[in-house]
């Protein structure tokens, strides 16, 4: 036995079941490195020590291609320096409860930390934690706080920060934002701090991918002090992150400057400035004109000029963002899954992702199921164009003459121009479709409740839906039969079960068993069909290193800086 | 001259009344509810209720117009929905920077229109008349975009002599300052010159034509004198009151200038309150872009009075 093994047997001993049984996976060549890399840091290991595990233990090799680093090249960054950033205008107040999109994401996360940062690659990096792991079900998760961490006003970090930002969280008084991810995961009053370093979270069911809804990737959850009304946290910004405010003008922008206390690597660059921008246009002009260096977030349609620009570090991050376009299960002419399934096939995605996305996505395959997250099952055919079957579907459900249907959505990004192609297809199946633009977001969300909401009521309709990190929420609102977002109205024992065997299942295997199921159910099934997934597109000048995004509107400067 | 001062203060106050009932009205008329654009589409209702209900949006809407409006008479705009400050704090800036753009823009294209539409009026149908009005009125129907995407692309991208952007950083002295705000301003340039320029010459041609200058001619007086003393004085009636007429474009109304250029102004302050339902902020920022509006109009009937001495003398009978 040499050296090597003995450390990892060693580590090994003090490992919990779960993070052997990784580590197992991974030595019998089951999953990939970076699976690996991704699974056990969710779990609670370091990335130096998963990397050592990794190459120590061999196991799966590379599968496919990196959609992306999430970063900028790096290298040669001369340290100092000021970064400008251009960031959509946030809608409300930089309140950690209620900002729900990704400007005030922005905001939050230039001087916020959370418990970890959920990186382009969907790994997670401990930050204010520095490990986690789970009780045998999953039922409860334990984190480690990390010791020495102080907020820019001087107090210092303690669990109870954390305990405390918590239950404000998902307190339904409060009405946070983050309850799309943690509501009916942890509930108010289950947050324990034992101790300075430790916090204990009882959930109200097991739940494998528990580490991942406290991270980054729910950027509501920064952690503020345990005596600052989250209300006004806007008025000091009082984080603990690598930089820390400098001044703050609604409607304008934002400076920020190296926090030179930090608990970790202190920032490369002097600081940092947002500037906000209502439309993507001026933002984009602003780049070219050399006013800005990043920009945080841009599109294919708006970005032309930028993917384009050989001298444009274009930041490509596979992300599960996409569209939805339901049909009501229960309402004619939707009834009969045939119907939904000729749907289905008349469209050419292919089609739709270059004309729409310039290529910059990932096909659909009609579930949740993104090719971004590791637990999709792969060998689950894709579904492709093929209008003979749709006809033949139509004709085998009584519908052979088509029929008429009304397609409500809004006007915003391309989903306009998604509903006309979906038009375009249907027309080819003799199915006409009349599509409805009933405004902006908000006359088609409504009250985003059944019986009132354009939304959850049309018979047919295009929704739009962020990126998330692990796709809990999309399962468990939309495809079971009591989720609050089902507008397709789907109802079936099947899928509420698989469902809630994913979300409890702790370990890549048993993700992906339940994962493969239900991408099949809903194949078979098609409530709703998903055309593509869109990557999350950032641009860095070439001069700009070490600028990391990821698909929440997170971004990550500390290392960054210029090399001339 | 007192009483009709008087009479315009006192018709201002009832159009600003008016105005206060139709801005409350017409923000209340609009779709989506207060707390739900606060908390999002997917937030629950309760919690949409509450918050409506500790903002005193959920209550009769005559109770929240008597809120509003005498805490507008104690000088309490508000709080802002969106950002959760005062109103005042998000009007100051932005009125100090659209202010900023309408006088750059005023002091560059009122002279230059005159000087336009006199020269037309002098040339009447000339060259150089058809190259003013027509050129003037061909740049006006162009979209503001439009010209404002050309000025950028032209001066900002290609030749690189102007910022892209009209927002000069903190501490920028004022000629750094007149430099980003040269391209949006010379787009309201372009955009109201063909306006200006021809209701001057409209007027110029007026007074050309009248008996008054006619006999001044007779008289024998220079050409030069006749135009100064007799024509201009009587041609600058119709354009000083259509320059007042765009105040309140220049400070409400330049969202998409405002946006194109990324400056933070009243025009994209009044639109994003709109949008947002953040209904203190769009109550008191329309009123105040009506007060101004006002405030300009009165002047302009001041300066009309004073120089045409009919409208005075009818007023004070």
């Not at chain 1, 199946?429 to 009521?457: C, E, M, P, Q, R």
């Not at chain 2, 007027?203 to 200058?213: H, P, R």
């Not at chain 2, 009506?290 to 300009?296: E, K, T």
């Amino acid at each position: 036995m040499d050296d090597t093994q003995r450390r990892v047997d060693a580590i090994r001993t003090e490992r919990s079941e779960l993070e052997n049984h990784i580590i197992d996976e991974y030595a019998a060549g089951k999953i990939t490195r970076r699976e690996f890399v991704r699974r056990g840091t969710v779990v609670g290991m370091s990335i130096p020590l998963v990397s050592f595990l990794a190459a120590a233990c061999g196991g799966g090799g590379e599968s496919g291609t990196e959609a992306t680093s999430g970063g900028t090249a790096t290298g040669a960054a001369q340290p100092g320096g000021n970064i400008r950033v251009a960031l959509i205008q946030p809608s409300t107040e930089p309140n950690p409860l209620i900002v729900k999109d990704e400007g005030g994401a922005g905001l939050l996360g230039s001087t916020g930390e959370f418990l970890s940062f959920s990186n382009a690659k969907l790994e997670l990096e401990p930050r204010i934690a520095e490990s986690w792991e789970p009780n045998e079900d999953g039922t409860e998760w334990t984190f480690k706080i990390r010791q020495g961490v102080t907020f820019h006003s001087g107090a210092t970090l303690t669990a109870n920060d954390v305990k405390t930002t918590f239950e404000s969280l998902v307190d339904p008084k409060n009405a946070s934002n983050a309850l799309s991810a943690l509501g009916g995961v942890l509930s108010p009053g289950n947050t324990e701090a034992p101790d300075d370093a430790t916090v204990v979270f009882h959930l109200d069911a097991p739940n494998g991918n528990f580490p991942t809804l406290v991270s980054s990737a729910n950027y509501n959850a920064i952690i503020i002090p345990a005596d600052l009304d989250p209300a006004d946290w806007g008025k000091t910004f009082d984080g603990t992150g690598p930089f820390k405010l400098e001044s703050f003008t609604p409607k304008v922008g934002a400076k920020f400057v190296r926090y030179d206390s930090y608990w970790g690597e202190k920032a490369n660059p002097d600081g940092f400035e947002l500037k906000f921008y209502d439309e993507e246009g001026p933002m984009i002009v602003a780049f070219q004109g050399d006013e800005v260096d990043f920009v945080e977030h841009f599109s294919v349609s708006g970005g032309q000029a930028l993917l384009s620009d050989p001298n444009v570090q274009v930041i490509a991050v596979g992300a599960s963002t996409h569209r939805q376009l339901h049909m009501r299960t229960d309402k004619d002419p939707f009834t009969d899954k045939r119907v939904r399934q000729a749907i289905a096939l008349s469209l050419d995605r292919n089609a739709m992702v270059d004309g729409l996305w310039d290529g910059k996505a990932d096909l659909g395959n009609d579930s949740p199921f993104a090719p971004a997250y590791p637990s999709t099952d792969t060998s689950v055919p894709q579904r492709e164009q093929n209008i003979d079957q749709a006809k033949q579907l139509l004709s085998d459900a009584g519908m052979a003459d088509g029929f008429t249907v009304e397609l409500q959505t809004w006007n915003g990004f391309e989903i306009p121009d998604l509903a006309q192609l979906v038009k375009q297809y249907a027309s080819e199946i003799g199915v006409t479709v009349n599509v409805k633009i009933v405004g902006d977001d908000t006359a088609y969300y409504g009250d985003a409740v059944f019986g009132k909401s354009i939304w959850l009521d049309s018979v047919m309709g295009i929704t739009d839906y962020g990126h998330r990190p692990v796709p809990n929420v999309f399962l468990s609102s939309v495809y079971t039969s009591k989720g609050t977002w089902n507008a397709a109205h789907f109802k079936n024992s099947q899928a509420d079960d698989l469902i809630a065997q994913y979300i409890a299942a702790l370990d890549l295997d048993s993700q992906r068993a339940a994962a493969k199921q239900i991408q099949e159910l809903l194949l078979d099934e098609t409530p709703v069909v998903i055309p593509y997934f869109y990557n999350f597109l950032s641009a860095a000048k070439p001069n700009l290193q070490g600028a990391v995004s990821a698909a929440t509107g997170q971004f990550d400067l500390s290392k960054a800086g210029y090399t001339s | 001259m007192a009483r009709f001062l008087l009479t315009r203060l006192g018709l201002a106050a009832i159009t600003l009344f008016l105005l206060s009932v139709l801005v409350f009205v017409g923000a209340n008329l609009l779709p989506g509810n207060v707390a739900r654009r606060k908390l999002g589409n997917l937030a629950d209702q309760a919690a949409v209720d509450q918050l409506n209900h500790q903002l005193g949006t959920d209550k009769p809407i005559l109770v929240q117009y008597w809120n509003w409006i005498t805490g507008l008479l104690h000088g309490d705009l508000g709080t802002s929905l969106s950002y959760n400050l005062s109103v005042n704090q998000l009007i100051g800036p932005a009125l100090t920077h659209s202010i900023k753009l309408a006088a750059f823009a005023f002091v560059m294209v009122v002279p230059l229109a005159i000087v336009g539409g006199v020269v037309a009026a002098l040339n009447r149908d000339r060259l150089t008349d058809r190259i003013i009005t027509v050129g003037g009125l061909s740049l006006a129907v162009v979209p503001e975009f439009v010209t404002g995407i050309m000025l950028i692309l032209i001066f900002g991208l290609w030749l690189n002599l102007f910022p892209v952007s009209a927002n000069a950083p903190d501490g920028s002295d004022i000629l750094a300052q007149l430099k980003y705000l040269f391209l949006p301003a010379l787009t309201l340039v372009i955009v109201l010159f063909g306006y200006i320029s021809r209701i001057t010459r409209a007027g110029t041609i007026e007074a050309l034509d009248a008996d008054y200058t006619r006999t001044a001619v007779l008289k024998g007086l220079p050409r030069r004198t006749v135009v100064r003393r007799h024509v201009l004085r009587n041609s600058l009636l119709p354009t000083i009151a259509v320059v007042a007429t765009q105040t309140g474009y220049l400070i409400g109304g330049l969202v998409v200038i405002e946006t194109l250029f990324n400056y933070p102004g009243m025009g994209r302050l009044i639109f994003t309150a709109a949008n947002g339902k953040d209904f203190p902020l769009l109550a008191s920022s329309v009123l105040i872009v009506g007060i101004i509006f006002l405030v300009a109009t009165l002047l302009a009937d001041l300066a009309y009075s004073f120089l045409n001495p009919r409208i005075r003398f009818a007023a004070a009978e």
